[in-house]
């Protein structure tokens, strides 16, 4: 498999550090609110490498955080009168149900950072005593010119990135680019005692801390969206590397921008989207279908338009694992036997099965992937209904479920459909048997404006979403 590696600018073979195991670190939310469609893009996209890894044969120690601490929290616990601890415990919460409804796996390890405080305060002390950091006051500071690499990652040298900063008004910065590593108390803030004084974690010393926890002192790959890239990504390398003086990379991956109507979300121009928004008008399948039929890398643009093509993309996914469903269930005996057909559909197949991996090899292209996937569609189409090998069909399916699988999607139980359908079906069933075509006709049609569609076959009745 080959990744585009954040830090070198060109896909890379991958290595993992220990053979078998795959250890990944993707920045989690703020826990204040639930999470926009921005943060829904990495955790689908890194929840994709992870199943494809461990398609691969590996095993996958897969860290994602979750920041339950920082002046966002502080700010919307105090409107909300609740304590910080109480907003993070709610809003972890809602993440899981929204994360689930996009098909997101549980992560091995899903740390918080107010529970991992010693870990911060020791890595804090150990920068100090490097010659890495310094305290002023109760607060600590990362000294980036004592940083030999920083700006390794995005690629600009620190004459540049001094120019390029931004006034901060914390005098006692020896330089605009140094960040806080701990925070003295405010007043009403929580604090947590540390040989610095009263205070809390800055952001960036969290994740490094609780990486290093789980998954030791070099990561293999850590994933975020772009925006991560600077400074907060920077911030981890430095503060890391200059602790350990190992690695703390060896792959970084980013996903690119999502816009709204090609403008960037945001509150102030009402175009901001959270995924419990979403969820009120569509099935999170169809917003994990959206997000995985661009490059991750690539920008992607969010609209009603857009969404709607992905709903009928992953309708038609589905329709063609039905078919094969239907075939293998209803075929009592082989009509319409094309040898051909079976030559045809088997070559497919293996062409399918080699599709698919090279584009997921291939930097995780899960548009090409998914593009495979209805090329493989449009063949069971056509030729499945004249294929008689039922291992064959057999094996089709199984494909399309493992390869589903890999990307999250046709999570639905087979043959899932309404009682109040079922019953349908049956009822036009008989109406058949009993040669009252009227009543057929007129349950056919009261489906169809349920978004279904019955086609009567030689093998009995075959139903279809709508696309």
Same mark, same amino acid.
Request: hydrophobic share 40%.
């Given at each position: ?5 954040? #830090?070198? +600018? ?45 398609? %691969? ?10 920041? =339950? ?12 009168? %609740? ?62 010119? =004592? ?25 006692? #910065?020896?330089?605009?680019?140094? *960040?806080?590593? @701990? ?8 604090? @947590? ?19 290093? #926890? ?37 792959? @970084?991956?980013? $996903?690119? *921008? ?12 009402? $175009? ?10 569509? =099935? ?17 643009? *969010? ?10 993309? &992953? ?10 469903? *239907? ?6 005996? @082989? ?42 569609? #449009? ?8 294929? =008689? ?7 089709? +399916? ?8 890999? %990307?999250? /999607? ?14 349908? &079906? ?15 006709? +007129? ?18 009745? +075959?139903?279809?979403? /709508?696309?």
């Amino acid at each position: 498999m080959k990744i585009y590696n954040s #830090k070198t +600018k060109t896909k890379e073979e991958f290595v993992p550090v220990h053979e078998g195991l795959v250890n990944i670190y993707s920045c989690g939310p703020t826990v204040y609110n639930y999470f926009h469609i921005g943060n829904a893009r990495p955790f689908i996209v890194f929840d994709v490498l992870r199943r494809h890894l461990e398609y %691969l044969g590996y095993t996958v120690n897969f860290v994602q955080n979750f920041t =339950d601490i920082d002046d966002k929290m502080i700010k919307r616990a105090a409107e909300e009168n %609740l304590t910080v601890k109480e907003l993070g415990n709610r809003y972890i919460q809602e993440y899981f149900i929204d994360a689930k409804n996009l098909g997101i796996k549980k992560a091995t390890h899903h740390p918080r950072a107010t529970e991992h405080i010693d870990d911060i305060i020791a890595l804090i002390q150990q920068l100090i005593d490097n010659g890495k950091a310094y305290q002023v006051g109760t607060d600590v500071y990362f000294s980036v010119k =004592d940083c030999h690499n920083y700006g390794c990652l995005c690629k600009q040298n620190l004459d540049d990135l001094e120019s390029g900063a931004r006034i901060d008004i914390d005098v006692n #910065k020896k330089s605009p680019l140094d *960040f806080v590593l @701990w925070k003295g108390q405010k007043p009403g803030e929580p604090a @947590w005692e540390s040989p610095f004084g009263k205070g809390r974690p800055g952001w960036h010393i969290e994740c490094s801390a609780m990486s290093m #926890k789980y998954l030791g002192e070099t990561v293999d790959i850590h994933c975020g969206g772009k925006d991560l890239l600077f400074p907060h990504h920077e911030n981890e390398i430095a503060q890391s590397e200059s602790a350990t003086g190992k690695t703390f990379v060896n792959y @970084w991956m980013h $996903n690119g *921008f999502i816009n709204i109507d090609n403008e960037k979300m945001s509150k102030s121009k009402g $175009n901001f989207f959270t995924v419990r928004d979403i969820s009120k008008q569509y =099935d999170l399948e169809i917003l994990r279908m959206f997000m995985l039929l661009v490059h991750y890398r690539s920008p992607i643009n *969010f609209s009603p338009a857009l969404i709607e093509q992905a709903a009928s993309s &992953l309708n038609r996914l589905y329709n063609a694992y039905q078919q094969i469903e *239907f075939l293998l269930n209803n075929k009592m005996q @082989w009509l319409n036997v094309s040898i051909e057909a079976n030559s045809n559909f088997k070559n497919a197949l293996a062409q399918f099965k080699i599709d698919f991996e090279t584009a997921m090899n291939d930097d995780l292209n899960t548009a090409d992937a998914i593009a495979s996937m209805f090329e493989f569609a #449009k063949e069971i189409f056509i030729t499945a209904d004249s294929v =008689d090998d039922a291992a064959l069909l057999q094996e089709a +399916k199984q494909t399309m479920k493992v390869f589903a699988n890999v %990307l999250g /999607i046709l999570r639905k139980k087979e043959n899932q459909v309404d009682s109040e359908v079922n019953a349908l &079906l049956e009822q036009r069933a008989e109406a058949r048997k009993n040669k009252d075509f009227a009543t057929s006709d +007129k349950i056919r049609d009261q489906l169809k404006a349920m978004g279904y569609l019955v086609e009567d076959t030689k093998n009995g009745q +075959k139903l279809s979403k /709508i696309e």
